[in-house]
């Protein structure tokens, strides 16, 4: 449905136990009740998520927070207030409130408040808490618009709402602010540059394997339907016979002989390489390419996220 016209509605679906996707500035989400455990059973089921993976619970404004947890540390605070509404999540103490599925058993709480109009019309109509993923299948990669949905979800969904193509393009930056020093436990839309202006040194430590404390930090994620491989020096344009490689590069164009080209910013501008990488990762997977060859930007700011998910993207075909 149209954002607009449908907020009610899925607001009414939410409630009922249904399963709404929309739209935020990082990432479309997929979102249930986050009080509700048998709704937030079916988000797994939709998406294959394994039980382990945690769930981001989205509110509708940052004084929706002390209800649930009560007073904040002073670096979660601090933090709340210079980037909420915005692409930054916390992870905090698990109140009671919400169940242990919404955060795979954990005692913490990953918690945000999207900057973007349709979702926080659509939780605060709703008027409960929504835990979200992204809305696509589990690993695979993340929507910034709500064709991609459609077509990696289908009717496992209750209701689309469509708010056009998502701002940022990547999701948000988790900070785990529950001591002094606030650990980054993903990269994301936030630099890190960005934290450090506001608390000082930050740690950073994205998880990699086993029991995830956040979302999103698993070592093979983020990944198309074609094999993804990262090349870090010029790659000859010739293709074995039948072989069509795709190329997804930051400013410059490749030398001509590969079947589809990606370009993320003629500019070289990462924010709007963050913006584009999804959706142009989208469109070589769907390219007919047998591989795509992707080079990282450079590690710095938004970069940094980038090659993050490039990275967890060509673990999966490793």
């Not at 769930?55 to 929706?64: P, R």
């Amino acid at each position: 449905m149209p954002a607009g016209s449908g907020i009610a509605e899925a607001a009414g679906v939410l409630r009922a136990g249904g399963l709404v996707a929309f739209p935020t500035e990082t990432v479309y989400g997929l979102g249930a009740n986050a009080l509700d455990a048998r709704a937030v059973a079916r988000v797994f089921e939709a998406k294959a998520r394994p039980r382990f993976d945690p769930l981001i619970t989205h509110l509708a404004a940052a004084a929706d927070l002390t209800d649930l947890v009560g007073r904040l540390p002073a670096a979660a605070q601090a933090l709340a207030e210079r980037f909420w509404p915005g692409p930054l999540t916390l992870i905090l103490p698990r109140p009671a409130a919400i169940p242990a599925i919404v955060t795979s058993g954990l005692d913490t709480m990953a918690v945000r408040v999207p900057d973007h109009p349709v979702a926080q019309a659509l939780i605060a109509e709703a008027g409960v808490p929504v835990a979200a993923p992204s809305a696509n299948r589990f690993g695979q990669l993340s929507p910034t618009r709500a064709e991609h949905v459609v077509a990696g979800l289908g009717a496992a969904v209750d209701l689309v709402l469509d708010g056009g193509p998502a701002r940022c393009g990547i999701e948000s930056t988790i900070v785990d602010a529950r001591g002094d020093r606030p650990v980054v436990r993903r990269l994301g839309a936030l630099p890190v540059e960005a934290l450090v202006e506001v608390v000082g040194l930050v740690e950073v430590d994205p998880g990699n394997s086993g029991q995830p404390t956040a979302p999103g930090t698993l070592a093979a994620h983020y990944a198309p339907g074609t094999p993804l491989r990262l090349v870090t020096a010029p790659v000859p344009a010739r293709q074995p016979d039948g072989v069509r490689r795709g190329y997804l590069a930051l400013r410059d164009r490749p030398a001509d002989g590969y079947a589809a080209v990606e370009v993320l910013s003629a500019r070289g501008d990462l924010t709007e390489a963050a913006a584009r990488l999804f959706e142009a990762l989208h469109r070589l997977d769907a390219a007919g390419v047998t591989e795509i060859l992707a080079e990282p930007v450079p590690d710095t700011g938004l970069g940094r996220a980038i090659n993050d998910r490039l990275r967890r993207a060509a673990a999966t075909w490793q």
